[in-house]
């Protein structure tokens, strides 16, 4: 038997979906923070550290009294500024708002989101990210500091230029029980990796959810962020980025005490595609999977599970021609493959 899932893709292409759970789920919004609106918070000008709570997490900010300025870990900002370039621009999201909301939180390298409540030593279901004017449009043009990407002219900064192949990623991984997770989230806010094909480079300038369910069970996360663009002092894209509606998931009980079956035996094809994609399973039966097809910018359009016994087909008629990925996942376990809709 063949199934096809066709009329559940066609209701959710275009949206962003949250990664489903049979329990209940808490979301940091950060409206509770209180800000007025085209304002920002980057800390308290008596330096002392000060701790945020939205939800079930703790987001942390750092500033230095001595020279009056944010140092590290999160900002709050209702700022709606989207085009501005430059430092001055630094609390806006490139989105010019929250995500269906006007709060959001501005982070930078080393950030740390702790759980707390039912949360802590549970698993996070996900979070949505975009990039900050700042950052993307130093990338888009680029500044002083950093190179405009995809320039490989040298005109925009004093650095070597790259032959294309730019890029700037988040990667998130979680603290439990005092070790660091070996497992990563990878997301990456711009890739122009796609070689003389440049249609295909993108700067993400909308919300995107990122599942972080296959980090496992978490007490906290770390946000770090790279880039092709380096320098002798280190990173030359601007270290920042913006978070909303971070969602836990109200248990304790995380992904890695479900069973796995072995992803490698499945297959995905045709790559290109016209019409539907194929997969065909591990030949367990009674074996659920989760699988998830997703756009360029990481932005999920359609989630659903998969007794991965059967083949199953998705159509992909209601699909613009362009780069998607899918991914398919049991417990920790899971593989992703872009492919090329036709």
Known sequence: MKFTIWKQFLMVVGMSVYTLSMYGQTISTFENIGLKPNTYWAGSVTGADTTLTSGNGEFTNYYNAT??????????STMTDSTTAGYTNLYSARTGSGFNSATYAVGTMGSVIGLTNVAKGGVVNGVYVTNGTYAASSMKHGDAFAKRFGDTTGTHCHCPQN???????????????GK????????????????????KDYIVNKWSWVDLTSLGNSDSLVFNLSSSDNGAYGMNTPAYFCIDNFTTADQTTGIAQIHSVDLKKISIYPNPATDHLTLIGAGI????VDISVWDITGRVLFSNKWLQSEPLTIELNALNAGVYGITV??????????????
């Open 163 to 177: 032959t294309f192949g730019d890029w700037f990623k988040l990667t998130i991984r979680s603290w439990f029980n």
């Open 285 to 288: 039966d009674n074996e659920l």
């Open 180 to 199: 660091l997770g070996q497992d990563s989230v990878e997301f990456y806010l711009a890739d122009y990796r796609f070689g003389t094909d440049t249609a």
């Open 67 to 76: 020279y009056a300025y944010w140092s590290g870990g999160w900002a709050m």
């Open 329 to 342: 996942q049991s417990g920790k376990e899971k593989i992703s493959q872009r492919f090329i809709k036709e």
